[in-house]
Protein backbone atom coordinates (compact mmCIF):
# COMPACT_ATOMS: atom_id res chain seq x y z
CA UNK A 1 0.00 0.00 0.00
CA UNK A 2 1.58 3.54 -1.00
CA UNK A 3 2.25 6.11 1.38
CA UNK A 4 1.44 10.30 1.34
CA UNK A 5 3.44 11.28 -1.77
CA UNK A 6 4.71 14.80 -1.64
CA UNK A 7 6.10 16.34 -4.41
CA UNK A 8 8.33 18.19 -5.24
CA UNK A 9 11.07 17.47 -2.57
CA UNK A 10 12.49 20.39 -2.89
CA UNK A 11 12.28 24.20 -3.32
CA UNK A 12 14.02 27.16 -4.01
CA UNK A 13 12.39 29.97 -4.57
CA UNK A 14 13.03 33.97 -4.72
CA UNK A 15 11.20 35.99 -2.32
CA UNK A 16 7.68 37.62 -3.81
CA UNK A 17 7.73 34.74 -6.24
CA UNK A 18 4.64 31.79 -5.16
CA UNK A 19 4.55 28.41 -4.55
CA UNK A 20 2.65 25.31 -4.94
CA UNK A 21 2.95 21.85 -3.46
CA UNK A 22 1.16 18.53 -3.91
CA UNK A 23 -0.11 15.93 -2.06
CA UNK A 24 -1.31 12.70 -2.76
CA UNK A 25 -3.03 10.83 0.20
CA UNK A 26 -2.97 6.82 1.06
CA UNK A 27 -5.97 5.61 -0.99
CA UNK A 28 -8.92 5.47 0.56
CA UNK A 29 -8.06 8.26 3.09
CA UNK A 30 -10.60 11.53 2.59
CA UNK A 31 -8.75 13.59 5.12
CA UNK A 32 -5.84 15.64 4.03
CA UNK A 33 -3.76 18.14 6.08
CA UNK A 34 -0.89 20.00 6.13
CA UNK A 35 1.22 21.24 8.16
CA UNK A 36 4.59 23.49 8.64
CA UNK A 37 8.02 22.47 10.28
CA UNK A 38 10.83 24.89 11.07
CA UNK A 39 13.28 25.01 14.03
CA UNK A 40 12.04 27.66 15.91
CA UNK A 41 8.01 26.92 16.44
CA UNK A 42 8.05 23.34 15.00
CA UNK A 43 5.16 21.29 13.52
CA UNK A 44 1.99 24.01 13.17
CA UNK A 45 -1.03 23.17 11.86
CA UNK A 46 -2.08 25.06 8.36
CA UNK A 47 -5.32 23.81 7.43
CA UNK A 48 -7.27 20.38 7.00
CA UNK A 49 -9.50 19.45 3.93
CA UNK A 50 -12.32 16.49 4.26
CA UNK A 51 -13.78 15.60 0.57
CA UNK A 52 -12.76 18.92 -1.05
CA UNK A 53 -13.90 21.38 1.89
CA UNK A 54 -11.79 23.03 4.07
CA UNK A 55 -12.61 21.71 7.80
CA UNK A 56 -9.74 23.33 9.79
CA UNK A 57 -7.78 25.92 9.18
CA UNK A 58 -4.68 27.19 11.76
CA UNK A 59 -3.53 30.16 12.40
CA UNK A 60 -1.44 31.43 9.28
CA UNK A 61 -2.17 34.80 6.98
CA UNK A 62 -4.07 34.26 3.75
CA UNK A 63 -1.11 33.84 1.68
CA UNK A 64 -0.98 30.70 2.82
CA UNK A 65 -4.33 28.50 0.69
CA UNK A 66 -4.91 24.99 0.23
CA UNK A 67 -7.54 23.11 -1.87
CA UNK A 68 -8.87 19.57 -2.08
CA UNK A 69 -9.94 17.49 -5.52
CA UNK A 70 -12.34 14.82 -5.91
CA UNK A 71 -10.00 11.95 -6.07
CA UNK A 72 -8.57 13.67 -2.30
CA UNK A 73 -5.40 14.80 -3.72
CA UNK A 74 -4.28 18.69 -2.21
CA UNK A 75 -2.20 21.13 -3.02
CA UNK A 76 -1.37 24.11 -0.97
CA UNK A 77 -0.11 27.74 -1.91
CA UNK A 78 1.92 30.54 -0.56
CA UNK A 79 1.87 33.87 -2.62
CA UNK A 80 4.08 36.55 -1.94
CA UNK A 81 7.09 34.04 -0.48
CA UNK A 82 8.95 35.32 2.89
CA UNK A 83 12.29 34.44 4.17
CA UNK A 84 10.19 33.17 7.13
CA UNK A 85 8.21 30.75 4.99
CA UNK A 86 11.62 28.70 4.92
CA UNK A 87 10.35 25.46 6.48
CA UNK A 88 10.05 21.80 5.81
CA UNK A 89 5.92 21.55 4.69
CA UNK A 90 4.43 18.00 5.50
CA UNK A 91 1.09 16.73 4.52
CA UNK A 92 -0.73 13.86 6.63
CA UNK A 93 -3.85 11.78 5.53
CA UNK A 94 -5.97 9.95 7.51
CA UNK A 95 -9.02 8.13 7.06
CA UNK A 96 -10.99 10.80 9.63
CA UNK A 97 -13.93 8.42 10.49
CA UNK A 98 -14.75 4.72 12.25
CA UNK A 99 -12.38 3.63 14.64
CA UNK A 100 -9.08 4.33 13.27
CA UNK A 101 -9.80 8.14 12.36
CA UNK A 102 -7.45 9.72 14.46
CA UNK A 103 -4.65 7.73 12.71
CA UNK A 104 -2.83 10.64 10.32
CA UNK A 105 0.31 9.28 7.87
CA UNK A 106 3.08 11.94 7.27
CA UNK A 107 4.74 12.04 3.52
CA UNK A 108 8.29 13.01 3.48
CA UNK A 109 7.36 16.97 3.00
CA UNK A 110 8.78 19.51 1.07
CA UNK A 111 12.24 21.68 1.80
CA UNK A 112 11.00 24.86 0.83
CA UNK A 113 13.85 27.93 0.80
CA UNK A 114 13.10 31.04 0.17
CA UNK A 115 15.95 32.97 -0.58
CA UNK B 1 2.21 29.60 27.09
CA UNK B 2 1.70 26.81 24.53
CA UNK B 3 -0.62 24.23 24.26
CA UNK B 4 1.43 21.81 24.73
CA UNK B 5 4.62 21.43 26.47
CA UNK B 6 7.76 18.98 25.71
CA UNK B 7 11.28 19.07 26.47
CA UNK B 8 13.57 19.07 23.12
CA UNK B 9 16.29 17.56 25.08
CA UNK B 10 18.56 15.96 24.01
CA UNK B 11 18.38 12.93 25.97
CA UNK B 12 21.40 10.47 25.63
CA UNK B 13 21.03 7.19 26.74
CA UNK B 14 23.07 3.53 26.94
CA UNK B 15 21.97 0.85 24.65
CA UNK B 16 19.50 -1.38 26.30
CA UNK B 17 18.30 1.65 28.68
CA UNK B 18 14.89 2.45 29.16
CA UNK B 19 13.99 5.83 27.79
CA UNK B 20 11.01 7.82 28.85
CA UNK B 21 9.81 10.64 27.35
CA UNK B 22 6.47 13.22 28.21
CA UNK B 23 4.44 16.10 27.52
CA UNK B 24 2.42 18.22 29.68
CA UNK B 25 -1.07 20.43 28.10
CA UNK B 26 -3.38 22.97 29.51
CA UNK B 27 -6.43 22.22 26.79
CA UNK B 28 -8.90 19.85 28.66
CA UNK B 29 -10.69 19.33 25.30
CA UNK B 30 -7.82 16.93 24.03
CA UNK B 31 -9.29 13.17 24.13
CA UNK B 32 -6.63 11.49 21.91
CA UNK B 33 -2.60 11.45 22.54
CA UNK B 34 -0.22 10.29 19.49
CA UNK B 35 3.45 9.81 19.66
CA UNK B 36 5.54 10.13 16.70
CA UNK B 37 8.85 9.23 15.44
CA UNK B 38 10.99 11.56 13.06
CA UNK B 39 14.07 10.39 11.78
CA UNK B 40 15.95 13.35 10.19
CA UNK B 41 15.22 14.22 7.00
CA UNK B 42 11.68 12.17 7.14
CA UNK B 43 8.56 12.64 8.34
CA UNK B 44 7.01 11.50 10.99
CA UNK B 45 6.24 8.30 11.67
CA UNK B 46 3.40 7.59 14.02
CA UNK B 47 4.19 4.65 16.78
CA UNK B 48 0.92 4.61 18.40
CA UNK B 49 -1.83 6.49 19.81
CA UNK B 50 -4.19 6.24 23.15
CA UNK B 51 -7.69 7.51 24.05
CA UNK B 52 -8.59 9.19 26.87
CA UNK B 53 -6.62 7.92 30.29
CA UNK B 54 -5.03 4.61 30.52
CA UNK B 55 -1.72 2.83 29.45
CA UNK B 56 -1.41 0.98 26.07
CA UNK B 57 1.75 -1.43 25.13
CA UNK B 58 3.11 -1.93 21.48
CA UNK B 59 6.19 -4.13 22.01
CA UNK B 60 9.34 -2.09 23.59
CA UNK B 61 7.01 0.78 23.55
CA UNK B 62 4.11 1.95 26.29
CA UNK B 63 1.97 4.82 26.32
CA UNK B 64 0.71 6.33 29.39
CA UNK B 65 -1.94 8.90 29.67
CA UNK B 66 -2.96 11.13 32.86
CA UNK B 67 -6.18 13.03 31.91
CA UNK B 68 -5.95 14.32 35.20
CA UNK B 69 -2.54 15.67 35.78
CA UNK B 70 -2.38 16.84 32.28
CA UNK B 71 0.60 14.51 31.70
CA UNK B 72 1.58 11.95 28.86
CA UNK B 73 4.27 9.34 28.80
CA UNK B 74 6.25 7.15 26.40
CA UNK B 75 8.58 4.66 27.67
CA UNK B 76 10.91 2.50 25.50
CA UNK B 77 12.29 -0.38 26.85
CA UNK B 78 15.65 -1.95 25.47
CA UNK B 79 16.87 1.13 23.52
CA UNK B 80 18.72 0.45 20.27
CA UNK B 81 20.66 2.94 18.29
CA UNK B 82 18.24 2.79 16.21
CA UNK B 83 15.86 4.68 17.82
CA UNK B 84 17.84 7.46 17.86
CA UNK B 85 15.37 9.81 16.67
CA UNK B 86 13.23 13.11 17.40
CA UNK B 87 9.71 12.02 19.36
CA UNK B 88 7.08 14.49 19.01
CA UNK B 89 3.54 14.37 21.29
CA UNK B 90 0.79 15.19 19.60
CA UNK B 91 -2.59 15.78 20.41
CA UNK B 92 -6.31 16.10 18.93
CA UNK B 93 -9.85 17.17 20.43
CA UNK B 94 -11.46 14.43 18.44
CA UNK B 95 -14.12 15.46 15.77
CA UNK B 96 -11.41 17.39 14.23
CA UNK B 97 -9.23 14.34 13.34
CA UNK B 98 -6.81 15.97 11.22
CA UNK B 99 -5.91 19.05 13.37
CA UNK B 100 -3.23 18.01 15.53
CA UNK B 101 -1.03 20.02 18.32
CA UNK B 102 2.70 19.14 18.28
CA UNK B 103 4.86 19.16 21.03
CA UNK B 104 8.40 20.70 20.11
CA UNK B 105 9.80 17.01 19.80
CA UNK B 106 12.33 15.41 22.18
CA UNK B 107 15.72 14.24 20.33
CA UNK B 108 16.68 10.75 21.58
CA UNK B 109 20.59 9.73 21.14
CA UNK B 110 21.15 5.99 22.35
CA UNK B 111 24.71 4.91 22.11
CA UNK B 112 25.98 1.52 21.66
Known amino acids: KAGVTQTPRYLIKTRGQQVTLSCSPI?????VSWYQQTPGQGLQFLFE???????NKGNFPGRFSGRQFSNSRSEMNVSTLELGDSALYLC??????????????FGQGTRLTVV | QKEVEQDPGPLSVPEGAIVSLNCTYS??????FMWYRQYSRKGPELLMY????GNKEDGRFTAQVDKSSKYISLFIRDSQPSDSATYLC????????????FGAGTQVVVTP
Open chain 1, 92 to 105: ASSLSEGARAVEAF
Open chain 1, 27 to 31: SGHRS
Open chain 1, 49 to 55: YFSETQR
Open chain 2, 27 to 32: NSAFQY
Open chain 2, 50 to 53: TYSS
Open chain 2, 90 to 101: AMSAGGSWGKLQ
